[in-house]
């Protein structure tokens, strides 16, 4: 069975200062893990993805993330946020086998960024 | 070109009533998905089909049935609608990528659509 942790609900930065967005995972087979953004009344939108390659995974607006399977944790950084990241993320795994595809959210962390 | 589209994007209805959520992808994907977001964001799946068939049925009241007449569209069709059935639901679609059937493809998602039951 899969599942994802994100361990704050809710992450308030300064607008320049580094974001960490924290999750770990849980899953029976080697997972791919994403992230997704959701800004207001929108739909969600990949950040980035790891399926195997480079454990450091470089993802759009300046956010990456790395997966580290000896702690079960694919955290997300950005070194300088800006006011525009101000949404909602969610973490997300899935496992690479043969049995289809089989997404797990993680409940999603609300990041507010303060001018 | 909007790649996961969905209709409509608000439906306000009343209890009791029946209503239909189309999807419709544009990617050429063979996979494609039904999850719900509650008002406290949390997105749960409720079905995916591949290539048309049934493949995940999560826990759902009968109520709620998905229909693919082909692999580009997947519509959703809610019975007898109840209060706890508001909330925003999102189609979205993956492919396997080639390299094997180890890889993962992203999943790509519409703009929601938000249900209120009165």
């Known amino acids: 069975a899969q599942s994802v942790t994100q361990l704050d609900s809710h992450v308030s930065v300064s607008e320049g200062t580094p974001v960490l967005l924290r999750c770990n995972y849980s899953?029976?087979?080697?997972?791919?893990l994403f992230w997704y953004v959701q800004h207001p009344n929108k739909g969600l939108q990949l950040l980035l993805k790891y399926t195997s390659a480079a454990t450091l995974v470089k993802g759009i607006n300046g956010f990456e993330a790395e997966f580290k399977k000896s702690e079960t944790s694919f955290h997300l950084t950005k070194p300088s946020a800006h006011m525009s990241d101000a949404a909602e993320y969610f973490c997300?795994?899935?496992?690479?086998?043969?049995?289809?595809?089989?997404?797990?959210f993680g409940p999603g962390t609300r990041l507010s960024v303060l001018p | 070109d909007t790649a996961v589209s969905q209709t409509p994007k608000y439906l306000v209805t009343q209890m009791g009533n029946d209503k239909s959520i189309k999807c419709e992808q544009n990617?050429?994907?063979?996979?494609m998905y039904w999850y719900k977001q509650d008002s406290k964001k949390f997105l749960k799946i409720m079905f995916s089909y591949n290539n048309k068939e049934l493949i995940i049925n999560e826990t759902v009241p009968n109520r709620f049935s998905p229909k693919s007449p082909d692999k580009a569209h997947l519509n959703l069709h809610i019975n007898s609608l109840e209060l706890g059935d508001s909330a925003v639901y999102f189609c979205?679609?993956?492919?396997?990528?080639?390299?094997?059937?180890?890889?993962?493809?992203?999943?790509?998602f519409g703009e929601g659509s938000r249900l209120t039951v009165l």
């Open positions: 997300v795994v899935s496992p690479r086998n043969n049995y289809g595809q089989n997404f797990v």
């Open positions: 979205a679609s993956s492919q396997v990528p080639g390299g094997g059937q180890f890889n993962t493809g992203e999943l790509f």
């Open positions: 990617l050429g994907h063979d996979t």
């Open positions: 899953s029976s087979y080697s997972p791919s």
